[in-house]
């Protein structure tokens, strides 16, 4: 989500948002020794592996139709032997888009329904917050991320792991206020993924994972992917998530998303991603498929479906570059259906990035150059990705190498400084002798959040402890901050999402309402605290 998704998204654009995904806190730069002279994917990967904190990673590079490389590079769980291969699974998250972007594709291929059709023909209970948006969204706006919502926008519905379903996840839709009007700028979301897989399943007759069996991964040879982590079980080959905890990469348990699998449901390998990347860079031509008995080629999408797939929807900003990275500044950046659209030397790329608790992945098309690169990771490094990413796109279009691993290593470096700095500053110049207005005890209760729920202040032991009532994991310790303000250290500290709290009162002294907002920039913008409002939940007088 987050895909994708996940250092916050300041370092995305200044890595000109080479991907979905948020990077994590980055390792140290590479030594100024290292060169990029001669190409080495070995030596690359274990540079990057070591820079940037990664246990272990798969490439898949396919060239005019051929794999070139589908392999794996480091372990699959810090601290153990087994090593990543070319048919390790990795959750793919955000990548998993272009699955429900093709499967639409197919739909309209099929005369099931329109890419500008209402989205309430196809489901009549939809609904947006504004009623004329209800009304004029399209199948289409579910896929371009120009809604009207805020970036990640309702995602702590799915992240991390709920007991929400996905009807109520599109459901509470109405209850989530715009932060822009519709259709007038770029920002990404997870939701409306979700509208487009329940789309899916319901033209199908079938769950959105059952006709990604059918229809997709089974036509195209892709064996080994799951479309769910449940599907996992027994499977011994399948890569650990990791985090890092206080700075240290750790091996941490796998975030289940049941209920957001339109948007993040893929989990796949070096072997089957290659295939796949090969049928898009075909135009959706299945290799050896042959034709039908009319004499017709069969395909899994037309060519027609996958120009619009590939057509740019929504205009994107483009960011000025840190000077290190200027040559990766694009000249045209925008999001088609399922894919991120710009340039680079000169080519078009269609590409996405991926970030799940754990994982991160990178797809890059270069459709003219026939060139597909996959990178899935068990770690939480955007920068790692990107430096492979460019790295072999430079090799394999001709172009003059830079040492991508030690300018995108610098840079993150950098920024993580300066956010180190910004967190100590803020510490620091707080009203550190400040109490609150309240008894603690008075913050006790029950609060309700329009789209989200409920959550709960309670005393255990000698500690306030906050808890969301639909995320298990979202459970954590409150510290006074300053005046009104707390910062909750959540249990699970591979988050990496502390947030603040904020009570305002009413004249008489009660709590009118509870905001909350991340404690760092570098917290993946999923954890959407900004956009809760908990008000609270008055108990009913004894009769």
Request: include cysteine.
């Amino acid at each position: 989500m987050h895909p994708m998704n996940k250092l916050a998204a300041a370092i995305l654009l200044a890595l000109c948002a080479a991907g979905a995904g948020i990077a994590q806190t980055p390792a140290a730069a590479a030594p100024a020794s290292a060169t990029a002279a001669a190409f080495d994917l070995d030596a690359d990967v274990a540079r990057v592996l070591k820079n940037f904190d990664v246990p272990g990673l798969a490439i898949a590079v396919v060239k005019d139709g051929k794999v070139v490389v589908a392999r794996g590079f480091g372990v699959k769980k810090f601290g153990e032997a087994a090593p990543v291969d070319g048919k390790t699974l990795f959750e793919i998250a955000s990548n998993s888009k272009a699955f429900t972007a093709a499967a639409l594709a197919m739909l309209v291929d099929d005369g099931k329904l329109a890419w500008d059709d209402p989205v309430t023909r196809h489901l009549p209970d939809f609904q947006m917050y504004d009623a004329y948006v209800t009304k004029e969204m399209t199948v289409r706006d579910l896929l371009t991320h120009r809604s009207g919502l805020g970036l990640g926008a309702g995602d702590l519905m799915w992240w991390p792991t709920t007991s929400f379903t996905t009807d109520e996840i599109i459901h509470n839709l109405r209850y989530i206020r715009p932060a822009t009007s519709f259709r007038n700028s770029y920002a990404y979301d997870n939701l409306l993924y979700i509208v487009a897989g329940k789309i899916i399943a319901q033209k199908s007759g079938k769950s959105w994972g059952e006709t990604m069996r059918e229809r997709i991964l089974k036509p195209v040879g892709m064996t080994s992917t799951t479309t769910s982590l449940a599907e996992n079980a027994g499977n011994s080959n399948v890569a650990n998530a990791h985090s890092k905890i206080d700075g240290k990469i750790a091996a941490v348990k796998a975030m289940p998303v049941a209920n957001a699998v339109g948007a993040v449901g893929i989990n796949t390998n070096a072997d089957d991603i290659a295939r796949w990347m090969n049928v898009l860079l075909d135009g959706g031509k299945l290799d050896g498929a042959g034709k039908d008995a009319g004499g017709k080629e069969i395909r899994l999408f037309s060519a027609a479906q996958s120009r619009e797939m590939w057509t740019p929807q929504t205009p994107m900003k483009i960011s000025e570059s840190k000077p290190p990275l200027a040559a990766t500044k694009p000249n045209f950046f925008a999001y088609g259906l399922g894919f991120q659209l710009r340039d680079y030397k000169g080519q078009k790329l269609a590409q996405h990035g991926g970030a799940l608790q754990g994982f991160y992945s990178r797809v890059v098309l270069v459709p003219e150059s026939k060139l597909g690169i996959a990178i899935l990771t068990n770690a939480e490094s955007g920068g790692a990705m990107t430096a492979l990413q460019y790295r072999l796109l430079d090799q394999y279009l001709g172009a003059a190498p830079s040492d991508w691993i030690k300018l995108i290593g610098d840079v993150e470096a950098e920024a993580h400084a300066k956010e180190q700095a910004r967190l100590k500053n803020a510490t620091s110049t707080r009203a550190a002798k400040s109490k609150p207005s309240l008894a603690l005890a008075a913050y006790d209760g029950d609060y309700q959040d329009a789209w989200y729920g409920k959550a709960t202040i309670k005393a255990v032991g000698n500690k306030r402890v906050l808890s969301f009532a639909k995320t298990p994991d979202l459970t954590g310790e409150l510290e006074h901050f300053q005046h009104d303000t707390f910062i909750v250290r959540w249990k699970e500290r591979n988050f990496n999402a502390d947030a603040y709290m904020t009570f305002s009162l009413n004249p008489d002294g009660s709590i009118e309402r509870m905001k909350m907002a991340p404690v760092s920039t570098e917290t993946d913008f999923s954890y959407d605290f900004a956009d809760l409002m908990f008000t609270p939940i008055k108990a009913d007088k004894p009769k």
